[in-house]
C-alpha cells in the first residue's frame, strides 16, 4: 500500500509573542460516539487549466472509492457526496477566465463534460446513497452520478482558491453558506473533505488586492508580475526567507532549490492555514473524530525557481516555480505547501497523495479506509483541536524588521514574516503590528504557538451565524 506524502501529526507551527497563554481546548476533551454512520463527503476540484487529465484520473478511479466504502466492516455508510470547484473569482472581474465571485463555493449538480443528464431527483444540489443501497438518482450506480458531475474542465480561474471555496460552501466563513447546498452538511455525520488541485491554495484575505493585473505587472510592483508566482511569493516561507522574486544576478537561466518551505502565516495576505483549520474544526463538537482532510495534490517538494524572460519591457526576467512533479500523461503539479501543511494539522485524519500518480484508486481506498476506521471507533485519534494566534482573526501581519525570523524560528517583537532576501524592497502589502511571525509545518521544531482564545471566539460566532441548531 502506498504511504502518503504527509499524515503524521505534525501540526502548523507558529510563533507568537502576543497570543493568548495556551489552555486546554474545551472541543479536544468531548469523546463523540457517532450514533450512526453518516458520512458527508466534500470534493473540491480543481478547473483551471490543465487539470482535465487529472479529473478524468478522480472520475475513473472513483468506482475503486466506492467499492473500499460498500467493504468496509460495517457496511455501506449513509453517504452525502458534492462536489465544489476551486474558481471563487477573483473580486473585480480584470483577470481573463476569472469571473468576479467565480462559482461562489456552489455545488456543482448539473451535468459535465459529454454526460448529457446527472439523473439525480427532485432538483438536490448533491448524491444522496444510503446503507441500503437507496439513492437519489435513477442511474446504474453512484460512480456514474459522480463522474457526470465531477469532470468540471479546465476553464477555471487561475487563481485557485480551495480553502476560501470549502469555507464558503460549508457556511464557516461567517456566512450562511449558498442556498444551493442546503442540507448537505449534518451536525450528526463525520465530514470528509478531499481537495483535488495541481496548485497550492492562493486564497487571500479581504481587502488584499494580490489578484490585480492593472497596476501590478512589472518586478517593481507591489506584488510583481502578473502571474501565480506571487501566491508563492506572498503565500509562502523557506529558509526563513521569501521565495525570491529578482533572479540571482538578473541571470535568466538561474534556479534557486529551497528548503522548509511552509505556509507564511503571518504575511497578511493569504488566510492561514491555522485559521481555515480552526473555522472547518468549529463546525463539529469533537473535531478529533468527526472531520477529516485529504488532498491529491503537488508533493511540496522539490521547492525550485527559476525565471522565465518577461512578457512586457522590464527590468529583468520574471520568477515562475518548477513543478514538483509530472505524470506519466503528461500532466504536472506545483508545490502544494499550504495544503501540505493543512492536511498535517489533521494528525491521523489528514493525508496528502500525489497528483501525479498513475491512478488515484490507492489514495482514495485509503480514505475509505480511514472513514472506516473512525465510524466504527466511533471517533478516531486525530490531531490536536486547533487554536490560533489572536492575530489571525483581525488580519495576520507585522512590518517586517530587523526582528522578523523565519519559519517556525525564535519568536518576535516587531517582526512580521521572514526577512525577504530582496533587501526589504518589497514590503508586506497588510500589517497590523501584531508581532506574528511567520510559521510552516514543523520547520523550526516548536510546538503550536496558539491561542484557546480564538478557538471559543470562532465556536461562538459559528454559533450566531448559524444558529442553535449545529452543533458546537
Known sequence: MRRPIASTIVGVTLAVSACAPSEPDPQQQTSAVISNRNVDLLFMIDNSSSMRLSQTNLTTSFPAFMDAVKNLPGGLPNLHVAVISSDMGVGDGTVTGCAKTGDAGKFHFQPTGTCTATTILNGAGYISYGANGAGNFTAPDISTVFSCIAALGDTGCGFERPFASVLRALGADDRPAPSENAGFLRSDAL??????????????????????????????????????????????????????????????????????????????????????????????????????????????????????????????????????????????????????????????????????????????????????????????????????????????????????????????????????????????????????????????????????????????????????????
Open 191 to 472: 465530514l470528509a473533505i478531499v481537495m483535488v488541485t495541481n496548485e497550492d491554495d492562493c486564497s487571500v484575505r479581504d481587502g488584499v488586492n494580490l489578484y490585480d493585473v492593472t497596476s501590478n505587472t512589472v518586478l517593481s510592483s507591489t506584488f510583481g508580475p502578473p502571474s501565480n508566482y506571487r501566491c508563492n511569493e506572498f503565500g509562502h516561507i523557506c529558509d526563513g526567507v521569501r521565495p525570491p522574486r529578482l533572479a540571482p544576478g538578473g541571470d535568466v537561466n538561474a534556479t534557486v532549490t529551497l528548503n522548509s518551505c511552509g505556509s507564511s502565516e503571518c504575511d497578511g495576505s493569504l488566510i492561514p492555514v491555522a485559521e481555515f483549520t480552526a473555522r472547518i474544526k468549529a463546525l463539529k463538537a469533537a473535531p478529533a473524530s468527526e472531520v477529516m482532510v485529504a488532498a491529491i495534490t503537488g508533493p511540496a517538494t522539490p521547492y525550485t525557481v527559476h525565471w522565465k524572460a518577461p512578457s512586457v519591457a522590464d527590468s529583468g526576467p520574471w520568477p515562475e516555480i518548477t513543478h514538483s512533479c509530472t505524470a506519466s500523461d503528461g500532466s504536472f503539479a506545483d508545490p502544494a505547501v499550504r495544503i501540505t501543511d493543512l492536511v498535517t494539522a489533521f494528525g491521523a485524519n489528514g493525508a496528502a497523495y500525489s497528483i501525479c500518480d498513475t491512478n488515484f484508486g490507492a489514495a482514495l481506498q485509503q480514505l475509505a479506509a480511514r472513514i472506516g476506521t473512525l465510524l466504527d471507533a466511533g471517533g478516531g485519534a486525530g490531531g490536536s483541536a486547533g487554536r490560533i494566534p489572536n492575530c489571525a482573526v483581525t488580519g495576520i501581519g507585522g512590518q517586517s524588521g530587523a526582528g522578523g525570523g523565519g519559519a517556525g524560528g525564535a519568536s518576535s517583537s516587531t517582526g512580521g514574516h521572514g526577512p525577504s532576501d530582496d533587501g526589504g524592497v518589497y514590503p508586506p502589502p497588510v500589517s497590523n503590528g501584531c508581532g506574528c511571525q511567520a510559521g510552516g509545518a514543523d520547520a523550526g521544531g516548536l510546538g503550536p504557538g496558539v491561542a484557546w482564545a480564538v478557538s471559543v471566539w470562532l465556536a461562538g460566532r459559528r454559533r450566531r451565524v448559524s444558529g442553535p441548531a449545529r452543533r458546537g
